[in-house]
Protein backbone atom coordinates (compact mmCIF):
# COMPACT_ATOMS: atom_id res chain seq x y z
CA UNK A 1 0.00 0.00 0.00
CA UNK A 2 1.46 3.71 -0.59
CA UNK A 3 1.42 5.31 2.62
CA UNK A 4 0.38 8.74 0.97
CA UNK A 5 -3.10 7.12 -0.39
CA UNK A 6 -5.90 6.11 1.10
CA UNK A 7 -6.21 2.03 0.55
CA UNK A 8 -8.28 0.80 -2.57
CA UNK A 9 -9.34 -2.24 -1.04
CA UNK A 10 -11.26 -0.17 1.55
CA UNK A 11 -13.24 1.79 -0.93
CA UNK A 12 -13.79 -1.14 -3.45
CA UNK A 13 -15.24 -3.02 -0.34
CA UNK A 14 -17.45 -0.09 1.16
CA UNK A 15 -19.09 -0.23 -2.45
CA UNK A 16 -18.95 -4.02 -2.50
CA UNK A 17 -21.43 -3.31 1.04
CA UNK A 18 -23.54 -1.05 -1.22
CA UNK A 19 -23.95 -3.25 -4.42
CA UNK A 20 -24.91 -5.73 -2.05
CA UNK A 21 -27.78 -3.51 -0.01
CA UNK A 22 -29.44 -2.38 -3.13
CA UNK A 23 -29.24 -5.37 -5.62
CA UNK A 24 -28.71 -8.79 -3.99
CA UNK A 25 -32.08 -10.84 -3.85
CA UNK A 26 -31.48 -11.79 -0.30
CA UNK A 27 -29.19 -8.86 1.32
CA UNK A 28 -27.27 -9.48 5.22
CA UNK A 29 -26.98 -5.87 5.17
CA UNK A 30 -28.54 -2.76 4.70
CA UNK A 31 -25.74 -0.99 4.40
CA UNK A 32 -25.29 1.65 1.28
CA UNK A 33 -23.17 4.57 2.54
CA UNK A 34 -20.26 3.59 0.20
CA UNK A 35 -22.00 5.29 -2.11
CA UNK A 36 -21.82 8.67 -0.40
CA UNK A 37 -18.90 8.10 1.57
CA UNK A 38 -16.69 7.04 -1.14
CA UNK A 39 -15.54 9.87 -3.13
CA UNK A 40 -16.52 10.27 -6.47
CA UNK A 41 -13.13 10.22 -8.00
CA UNK A 42 -12.39 7.19 -6.66
CA UNK A 43 -15.71 5.66 -7.74
CA UNK A 44 -14.74 6.91 -11.45
CA UNK A 45 -11.06 4.99 -11.24
CA UNK A 46 -12.99 2.08 -10.43
CA UNK A 47 -15.45 2.15 -12.92
CA UNK A 48 -13.21 2.65 -15.78
CA UNK A 49 -11.23 -0.38 -14.30
CA UNK A 50 -14.24 -2.22 -14.69
CA UNK A 51 -15.68 -1.26 -17.55
CA UNK A 52 -12.34 -2.81 -19.19
CA UNK A 53 -12.59 -5.99 -17.76
CA UNK A 54 -16.15 -6.23 -18.35
CA UNK A 55 -15.43 -5.34 -21.92
CA UNK A 56 -12.77 -7.92 -22.19
CA UNK A 57 -14.74 -10.80 -20.62
CA UNK A 58 -17.86 -10.07 -22.50
CA UNK A 59 -17.48 -7.68 -25.82
CA UNK A 60 -20.83 -8.01 -26.49
CA UNK A 61 -22.58 -6.55 -23.50
CA UNK A 62 -23.72 -3.33 -23.31
CA UNK A 63 -23.87 -1.44 -19.93
CA UNK A 64 -23.27 2.01 -18.80
CA UNK A 65 -20.71 2.90 -16.00
CA UNK A 66 -22.35 2.46 -13.08
CA UNK A 67 -24.19 -1.21 -14.16
CA UNK A 68 -20.29 -1.99 -14.94
CA UNK A 69 -19.18 -1.25 -11.62
CA UNK A 70 -21.98 -2.99 -10.44
CA UNK A 71 -21.18 -6.35 -11.84
CA UNK A 72 -17.30 -6.16 -11.37
CA UNK A 73 -17.84 -5.57 -7.81
CA UNK A 74 -20.19 -8.51 -7.23
CA UNK A 75 -18.26 -10.63 -9.55
CA UNK A 76 -15.07 -10.22 -7.56
CA UNK A 77 -14.10 -13.16 -5.87
CA UNK A 78 -13.89 -11.32 -2.80
CA UNK A 79 -17.23 -9.88 -2.79
CA UNK A 80 -19.06 -12.83 -0.65
CA UNK A 81 -15.95 -12.83 1.98
CA UNK A 82 -16.77 -9.26 2.61
CA UNK A 83 -20.57 -9.34 2.75
CA UNK A 84 -20.34 -12.78 5.33
CA UNK A 85 -17.49 -11.12 7.63
CA UNK A 86 -19.98 -8.20 7.90
CA UNK A 87 -23.05 -9.98 8.97
CA UNK A 88 -21.43 -12.36 11.07
CA UNK A 89 -19.32 -9.66 12.81
CA UNK A 90 -22.40 -7.22 13.44
CA UNK A 91 -24.41 -10.15 14.83
CA UNK A 92 -21.41 -11.37 16.91
CA UNK A 93 -21.19 -7.66 18.47
CA UNK A 94 -24.65 -7.56 19.08
CA UNK A 95 -24.98 -10.30 21.10
CA UNK A 96 -21.96 -9.04 23.22
CA UNK A 97 -22.97 -5.70 23.64
CA UNK A 98 -26.19 -8.05 25.60
CA UNK A 99 -23.97 -9.73 27.05
CA UNK A 100 -22.23 -6.27 28.63
CA UNK A 101 -19.69 -4.91 26.32
CA UNK A 102 -19.00 -1.48 26.21
CA UNK A 103 -16.43 -0.33 23.67
CA UNK A 104 -15.80 -1.51 20.03
CA UNK A 105 -12.63 -1.33 18.36
CA UNK A 106 -13.14 -1.47 14.67
CA UNK A 107 -8.77 -2.61 13.34
CA UNK A 108 -8.35 -1.56 10.02
CA UNK A 109 -11.77 0.60 9.96
CA UNK A 110 -11.50 1.60 6.05
CA UNK A 111 -14.74 3.05 5.29
CA UNK A 112 -17.18 1.00 7.55
CA UNK A 113 -20.32 2.31 8.09
CA UNK A 114 -21.41 1.63 11.54
CA UNK A 115 -20.94 4.86 12.64
CA UNK A 116 -23.53 6.10 10.23
CA UNK A 117 -26.21 3.69 10.93
CA UNK A 118 -25.93 2.62 14.39
CA UNK A 119 -28.77 0.77 16.07
CA UNK A 120 -30.66 1.39 19.46
CA UNK A 121 -29.00 -1.69 20.95
CA UNK A 122 -25.44 -0.34 20.30
CA UNK A 123 -25.93 3.55 21.29
CA UNK A 124 -23.99 3.23 24.41
CA UNK A 125 -21.42 2.22 23.19
CA UNK A 126 -17.85 3.58 22.53
CA UNK A 127 -16.42 3.51 18.84
CA UNK A 128 -13.00 3.79 18.26
CA UNK A 129 -12.01 3.50 14.50
CA UNK A 130 -7.74 2.17 13.62
CA UNK A 131 -6.59 2.84 10.23
CA UNK A 132 -4.12 4.21 7.99
CA UNK A 133 -3.63 8.04 8.29
CA UNK A 134 -4.35 8.35 4.58
CA UNK A 135 -7.63 6.35 4.83
CA UNK A 136 -8.65 7.88 7.53
CA UNK A 137 -8.28 10.95 6.74
CA UNK A 138 -10.19 10.43 3.45
CA UNK A 139 -13.11 9.57 5.32
CA UNK A 140 -13.09 11.99 7.97
CA UNK A 141 -13.32 14.13 4.98
CA UNK A 142 -16.21 12.53 3.39
CA UNK A 143 -17.96 11.90 6.41
CA UNK A 144 -18.28 16.17 6.62
CA UNK A 145 -18.66 16.15 3.34
CA UNK A 146 -22.08 14.10 3.36
CA UNK A 147 -23.07 16.33 6.68
CA UNK A 148 -22.40 13.12 8.95
CA UNK A 149 -22.38 14.56 12.25
CA UNK A 150 -19.44 12.46 14.72
CA UNK A 151 -21.01 11.79 17.97
CA UNK A 152 -18.97 12.56 20.88
CA UNK A 153 -18.68 8.77 21.69
CA UNK A 154 -16.80 8.11 18.24
CA UNK A 155 -12.80 8.45 18.18
CA UNK A 156 -10.46 8.46 15.10
CA UNK A 157 -6.80 6.76 15.65
CA UNK A 158 -4.53 7.41 13.16
CA UNK A 159 -2.35 4.31 12.83
CA UNK A 160 0.14 2.15 10.56
CA UNK A 161 0.08 -0.96 12.17
CA UNK A 162 2.79 -2.62 10.59
CA UNK A 163 4.52 -0.47 12.29
CA UNK A 164 3.20 0.18 15.61
CA UNK A 165 1.53 -2.05 17.98
CA UNK A 166 -2.39 -1.60 18.59
CA UNK A 167 -1.84 -1.26 22.40
CA UNK A 168 0.27 1.83 21.68
CA UNK A 169 -2.27 3.36 19.20
CA UNK A 170 -4.75 3.01 21.67
CA UNK A 171 -2.94 5.20 24.22
CA UNK A 172 -4.03 8.29 21.75
CA UNK A 173 -7.48 7.52 22.62
CA UNK A 174 -9.89 7.60 25.37
CA UNK A 175 -9.82 3.93 25.58
CA UNK A 176 -10.48 1.84 28.98
CA UNK A 177 -8.45 -0.97 29.36
CA UNK A 178 -10.64 -2.33 32.39
CA UNK A 179 -13.78 -2.37 30.24
CA UNK A 180 -15.14 -5.33 28.34
CA UNK A 181 -14.39 -4.59 24.74
CA UNK A 182 -15.31 -6.52 21.25
CA UNK A 183 -12.57 -5.82 18.49
CA UNK A 184 -13.38 -6.07 14.68
CA UNK A 185 -10.36 -7.01 12.46
CA UNK A 186 -11.93 -7.70 8.90
CA UNK A 187 -9.96 -7.94 5.79
CA UNK A 188 -6.66 -6.75 7.49
CA UNK A 189 -4.11 -9.79 8.20
CA UNK A 190 -3.54 -11.75 4.64
CA UNK A 191 -1.88 -7.85 4.53
CA UNK A 192 0.52 -7.67 7.35
CA UNK A 193 3.48 -10.00 8.05
CA UNK A 194 2.76 -12.82 10.43
CA UNK A 195 5.21 -11.27 13.31
CA UNK A 196 2.99 -7.99 12.88
CA UNK A 197 -0.53 -10.08 13.18
CA UNK A 198 1.18 -11.99 16.15
CA UNK A 199 2.12 -8.59 17.99
CA UNK A 200 -1.61 -7.34 17.44
CA UNK A 201 -3.06 -10.55 19.15
CA UNK A 202 -1.15 -10.15 21.72
CA UNK A 203 -1.87 -6.10 22.34
CA UNK A 204 -5.49 -7.26 22.01
CA UNK A 205 -5.09 -9.95 25.00
CA UNK A 206 -3.12 -7.61 27.10
CA UNK A 207 -4.66 -4.43 26.80
CA UNK A 208 -8.86 -5.75 27.34
CA UNK A 209 -9.96 -7.27 30.12
CA UNK A 210 -11.27 -10.98 30.48
CA UNK A 211 -14.24 -11.53 28.35
CA UNK A 212 -13.50 -8.98 25.71
CA UNK A 213 -14.26 -10.52 22.52
CA UNK A 214 -12.66 -9.81 18.53
CA UNK A 215 -14.08 -11.29 15.50
CA UNK A 216 -10.88 -11.48 12.57
CA UNK A 217 -10.35 -12.60 9.20
CA UNK A 218 -7.60 -14.34 8.34
CA UNK A 219 -6.48 -16.60 5.07
CA UNK A 220 -5.20 -20.28 5.18
CA UNK A 221 -1.59 -20.16 4.89
CA UNK A 222 -1.31 -22.53 2.75
CA UNK A 223 -2.66 -20.98 -0.27
CA UNK A 224 0.08 -18.40 -0.08
CA UNK A 225 2.36 -21.15 -0.87
CA UNK A 226 3.37 -20.76 -4.44
CA UNK A 227 3.38 -24.71 -5.26
CA UNK A 228 -0.24 -24.88 -3.74
CA UNK A 229 -2.61 -25.37 -6.07
CA UNK A 230 -5.54 -22.70 -5.62
CA UNK A 231 -8.85 -22.15 -7.93
CA UNK A 232 -8.97 -19.73 -10.80
CA UNK A 233 -11.24 -17.35 -8.84
CA UNK A 234 -8.56 -17.47 -5.65
CA UNK A 235 -6.02 -16.83 -8.01
CA UNK A 236 -7.45 -13.73 -9.61
CA UNK A 237 -7.87 -12.11 -6.34
CA UNK A 238 -4.15 -12.50 -5.20
CA UNK A 239 -3.53 -10.93 -8.80
CA UNK A 240 -6.66 -8.53 -8.47
CA UNK A 241 -4.99 -6.84 -4.47
CA UNK A 242 -1.73 -7.63 -5.66
CA UNK A 243 -1.78 -4.78 -8.80
CA UNK A 244 -3.63 -2.92 -6.23
CA UNK A 245 -0.34 -2.46 -4.35
CA UNK A 246 -1.46 -4.38 -1.07
CA UNK A 247 -0.49 -7.76 -1.74
CA UNK A 248 -1.07 -11.01 0.64
CA UNK A 249 1.35 -11.26 2.68
CA UNK A 250 0.75 -14.10 5.34
CA UNK A 251 -2.07 -16.54 6.83
CA UNK A 252 -2.79 -19.31 9.64
CA UNK A 253 -3.02 -22.75 9.53
CA UNK A 254 -6.67 -23.17 10.99
CA UNK A 255 -5.11 -27.14 12.23
CA UNK A 256 -2.99 -25.40 14.90
CA UNK A 257 -5.04 -21.63 15.62
CA UNK A 258 -6.82 -22.67 18.70
CA UNK A 259 -3.02 -23.69 20.32
CA UNK A 260 -1.88 -20.35 18.60
CA UNK A 261 -4.55 -18.00 20.32
CA UNK A 262 -4.20 -19.90 23.47
CA UNK A 263 -0.78 -18.98 23.74
CA UNK A 264 -1.55 -15.48 23.52
CA UNK A 265 -4.18 -15.20 26.15
CA UNK A 266 -7.43 -15.84 23.40
CA UNK A 267 -9.79 -18.46 23.35
CA UNK A 268 -11.25 -19.46 20.12
CA UNK A 269 -15.29 -19.48 20.25
CA UNK A 270 -15.60 -20.23 16.28
CA UNK A 271 -14.00 -20.56 13.03
CA UNK A 272 -15.60 -20.52 9.95
CA UNK A 273 -14.58 -20.52 6.12
CA UNK A 274 -15.94 -19.12 3.95
CA UNK A 275 -18.42 -22.22 2.88
CA UNK A 276 -19.66 -22.52 6.38
CA UNK A 277 -20.47 -19.06 6.27
CA UNK A 278 -22.70 -19.08 3.33
CA UNK A 279 -23.93 -21.88 4.34
CA UNK A 280 -25.04 -20.44 7.57
CA UNK A 281 -26.29 -16.97 6.00
CA UNK A 282 -27.41 -18.01 2.16
CA UNK A 283 -28.42 -21.59 2.45
CA UNK A 284 -30.69 -21.10 -0.16
CA UNK A 285 -28.13 -20.15 -2.30
CA UNK A 286 -29.94 -17.21 -3.25
CA UNK A 287 -27.27 -15.14 -3.45
CA UNK A 288 -25.12 -16.58 -5.84
CA UNK A 289 -21.92 -16.28 -3.36
CA UNK A 290 -18.62 -17.90 -4.43
CA UNK A 291 -16.81 -18.51 -1.82
CA UNK A 292 -13.79 -20.36 -0.87
CA UNK A 293 -12.62 -23.04 2.23
CA UNK A 294 -9.44 -21.16 2.37
CA UNK A 295 -11.10 -17.60 3.87
CA UNK A 296 -12.06 -17.72 7.52
CA UNK A 297 -13.24 -15.81 9.89
CA UNK A 298 -12.45 -16.30 13.19
CA UNK A 299 -14.30 -15.34 16.50
CA UNK A 300 -12.32 -15.47 20.20
CA UNK A 301 -12.61 -14.19 23.74
CA UNK A 302 -10.05 -13.00 26.07
CA UNK A 303 -9.19 -15.69 28.58
CA UNK A 304 -8.65 -15.41 32.17
CA UNK A 305 -5.18 -16.58 31.81
CA UNK A 306 -2.31 -14.12 31.35
CA UNK A 307 -1.02 -10.34 33.24
CA UNK A 308 -3.32 -7.25 32.02
CA UNK A 309 -0.51 -4.82 30.65
CA UNK A 310 -2.29 -2.19 29.71
CA UNK A 311 -0.73 1.00 30.36
CA UNK A 312 -2.95 3.65 28.54
CA UNK A 313 -5.02 6.10 30.47
Known amino acids: ?12 TSLMRAVHSRNDPMPL ?22 MGRVGATKPGLKLDGVQGLDLALRSN ?3 AGVILRSRYTEDALKQAVAN ?3 QYVIIGAGFDSFICRRPVWAEGVTIIEVDHPATQRLKR ?16 VEADLSMEALGAALTRSSFQGD ?15 REANLGALRSIATCAPAGSEMVFTYVDEAILDPDHAVDDEFRR ?19 TMNDLLLETGLLLLEDLDGNQAAARYDASGLNAFWTSSAAHIAHVRRTGTGQLAWSGR
Open 1 to 12: MNPSTPSRTALA
Open 29 to 50: LSDTWGDRLVPESAQAALRQSA
Open 77 to 79: PAY
Open 100 to 102: GIV
Open 141 to 156: ERLAACGVPVSSSVEF
Open 179 to 193: RLTFFSWLGVTTYLT
Open 237 to 255: LKSNVAAAGEAFLSGFDPR
